[in-house]
């Protein structure tokens, strides 16, 4: 065998194919890479948008969760007291608003209602404004938005008796309580906070202050852009005594600040509320000479100014 055949048997086989077989995987390719283009072009920018789906790792089992959530914020109830939540969004009519919303109250306990929601609130007996026995077994007065009433202590209330209370300032919130044998009955709704700040000076139903400064609260004052408090700027003689008259249907307040939303609302004088029909006796014996901007809590439109000299 020469030398050329023995180099020959040596080489790989090189294997060759047509141009017509070649043009057909080219032209397979092609048709291809342009429906995946078809395709991911249009839908690009919502893929860049929206990326897929990551795995989230959680620390704790929502068992864990669950108990830590129920566990937050839990107050006990005060030996002798009865605590009832006024719920975060009660306002809006419909909603839950009291909590319990028939609180079991044993004789001789008092009753905290705690405000959880971002607005004013009250809690007053009666079934609503035009109820004649309205505020009087009782009534919180204004309790803003995150704070607590002072306890309130039931005078007359017989073992067995239940009660139909209301908020003054959104009257479709109602509820009840039913005073039960001392020592039964649970504590109302758990929350905190602060006890209400302000100063109370007067007490709706209060006698008039015989030969002093009068302020007087219109008819039909509740309607906004109406004559509200007559005269709308009073001046008084320093630690004097002034006697306001709500001559209107519904329930007023004569409140210092400007807003229920004014940080030092209530902290100079503050009538709670009154009830129309009746007076109220406001005090300035703290009361330093100055200009005092007051409103009505249920109707923060309704302004005045107060000059104590």
Not at 147 to 172: D, F, K, M, N, R
Not at 185 to 190: I, Y
Request: hydrophobic share 35%; with cysteine; aromatic share 4%.
């Amino acid at each position: 065998m020469s030398s050329d055949d023995s180099h020959g048997h040596d080489k790989e086989p090189i294997i060759l194919t047509s141009p017509r077989r070649f043009g057909k995987g080219l032209v397979i390719v092609v048709v291809t890479m342009a429906i995946g283009a078809g395709i991911t072009i249009p839908l690009f920018d919502e893929m860049f948008e929206i990326p897929p789906p990551v795995t989230q790792i959680r620390t704790e089992s929502p068992a864990a969760e669950e108990e830590g959530e129920g566990e937050q914020g839990a107050a006990p109830a005060e030996e002798g007291t009865t605590r009832i939540a006024i719920l975060a969004g009660a306002a809006v009519q419909g909603s839950p608003d009291y909590d319990p919303d028939a609180a079991q109250v044993p004789a001789g306990n008092s009753i905290v209602w705690d405000n959880q929601d971002t607005v004013p609130h009250t809690a007053t007996s009666g079934t609503g404004p035009q109820d004649p026995a309205s505020a009087q077994l009782f009534d919180t007065s204004i309790v803003n938005g995150g704070e607590e009433s002072t306890a309130v202590q039931l005078q007359g209330a017989s073992e067995g008796q239940t009660i139909p209370y209301y908020c003054i300032v959104h009257p479709y919130m109602t509820s009840e309580l039913t005073i039960t044998a001392a020592g039964q009955g649970a504590a109302g709704g758990a929350g905190g906070g602060s006890a209400q700040s302000g100063n109370t000076t007067g007490a709706a139903g209060g006698g008039a202050a015989a030969g002093g400064p009068t302020l007087n609260i219109l008819e039909g004052s509740s309607i906004q852009g109406s004559p509200d408090y007559d005269p709308d700027e009073l001046t008084v003689p320093a630690g004097s005594d002034v006697t306001v008259t709500n001559q209107d249907t519904l329930p007023h307040t004569v409140t210092s600040g400007t807003s229920p939303t004014d940080p030092n609302s209530a902290q100079m004088f503050d009538t709670s509320l009154i009830n129309g029909g009746e007076s109220a006796t406001l005090s300035l014996a703290q009361v330093a000479a100055g200009q005092y901007d007051y409103y009505c809590m249920v109707h923060p439109f309704m302004t005045g100014k107060l000059v104590v000299q």
